[in-house]
């Protein structure tokens, strides 16, 4: 290989946040950046979303164990990444959290589908008292988050993100659903010497600076109602909408035919539902042959959808980051969450370089997701993460 495809680009911000991403490096490069990078600063931990077109979890995980045996570490399997440079497919970003200003602990929970919402939300609660024991304050939940990097086609990122939230007693909870590069298949979860898949990869984090969660979705309901009238809520798979096949009636809700149906017109027209007062995405996955639609998010008899148009994802996202900027002042770095139904929305709109252009100017990185968690709420179609604020003057 050309040494130049080893190329790694790196960025250090003012709190000392360093990020690593490549679209073209190898592994073994990956790894020995990370290690190089993360003992010359010292990091609390390192976040590691990676492209399984390039790049094998385990490969990763016993590199690691060789070039930094005493690194901590988290991370999973993508469908595209969010780089300093803008948006990038089949790479890596990997984020080095500074021990200056983070303190972390981590709990994996394996086959968590399997655990039971009782069993997740004691160990969540037993995981939370003793990282706040080891703070040293356990009444002051200042600068305190929780990140949760999930297999993406478990079908059970909502019960699991409402169990979790249950033993965080309100520790404020962000959560991105690992990816495969759509070929929905099997995704992985990676931390500390682990090497998992059907799990949850919860992180307690302490951050001295400033910081607040976020998230942003950009579509506003119409007047077409889709109500789910046949479904298998184990398989998140729709049969039909209004008592008609569902990719017919979803196709005349939003004019087109079954034929014209794809990746692109999923993610540009959307359903919502209305829950407490705001909508939530329900994003579609796929087409079925049998003319069914398998979604992303939890799907029941009953429920009643709404198809919704877009109020532009630029100026959606731009809003919302700057009512960010209001609350903590100027942002270092932002991470977390971008849906992959709203890159495929982006390309089908050919909007892609202009929101490119936004994370790149409002210092956002992360990945595409399967789906994001919020607090207690599993949502698709979201940007959905943490922004932190500038470290004081000296």
Not at 254 to 273: D, H, R
Not at 284 to 296: A, R
């Amino acid at each position: 290989m050309d040494a130049s495809a080893n190329t790694i680009k790196t960025q250090r911000y003012a709190s000392g946040v360093q990020v690593l991403w490549s679209d073209t490096a190898d592994t073994i490069s990956l790894c020995q950046s990370i290690a190089t990078h993360s003992s010359s600063e010292e990091s609390a931990l390192a976040i590691i979303w990676f492209s399984p077109t390039r790049h094998q979890a385990a490969d990763i995980v016993s590199q690691l164990a060789v070039l930094a045996p005493s690194l901590t570490f988290c991370g999973c399997s993508t469908s595209g990444e969010v780089t300093p440079d803008g948006m990038q497919e089949h790479g890596f970003v990997v984020i080095l959290l500074p021990a200056l200003w983070f303190e972390v602990m981590t709990l994996v929970m394996d086959n968590v589908a399997a655990l039971g919402m009782e069993t997740i939300a004691r160990l969540t609660s037993d995981t939370r008292n003793q990282f706040l024991l080891e703070l040293g304050n356990p009444d002051d939940k200042r600068g305190l988050f929780a990140m949760n990097l999930i297999d993406g086609l478990s079908y059970s990122e909502e019960t699991v993100t409402v169990a979790i939230d249950r033993g965080l007693e309100g520790i404020p909870l962000i959560g991105g659903s690992a990816g495969d590069d759509l070929h929905f298949q099997s995704t992985s979860q990676i931390s500390n010497g682990q090497v998992l898949s059907s799990a949850s990869v919860l992180t307690l984090i302490h951050c001295r600076l400033p910081c607040q969660i976020f998230t942003n979705n950009n579509f506003v309901p119409t007047e077409h109602k889709l109500v789910v009238t046949e479904a298998d809520p184990d398989l998140r798979r729709v049969s039909e909408f209004n008592a008609e096949p569902a990719a017919i009636a979803y196709a005349n809700a939003i004019g087109m035919s079954t034929e014209e149906l794809n990746a692109g017109s999923f993610a540009s027209y959307s359903v919502i539902v209305r829950f407490g007062g705001r909508y939530y995405c329900r994003a579609i996955q796929q087409l079925n042959d049998d003319q069914s639609l398998t979604f992303f998010c939890a799907i029941d008899n009953g429920l009643v959808l709404t198809v919704a148009r877009s109020e532009g994802m630029v100026a959606s996202s731009r809003k919302a980051i700057e009512e960010v900027e209001t609350e903590i002042g100027a942002i270092d770095l932002m991470f977390g969450f971008d849906c992959i139904a709203r890159k495929l929305d982006a390309r089908n709109r050919q909007t892609t370089h202009r929101i490119s252009s936004l994370y790149r100017e409002k210092r956002f990185v992360g990945f595409n997701a399967y789906g994001e968690q919020l607090n207690s709420l599993h949502d698709n179609q979201t940007i959905t993460g943490i922004a932190i604020g500038v470290p004081p003057k000296p």
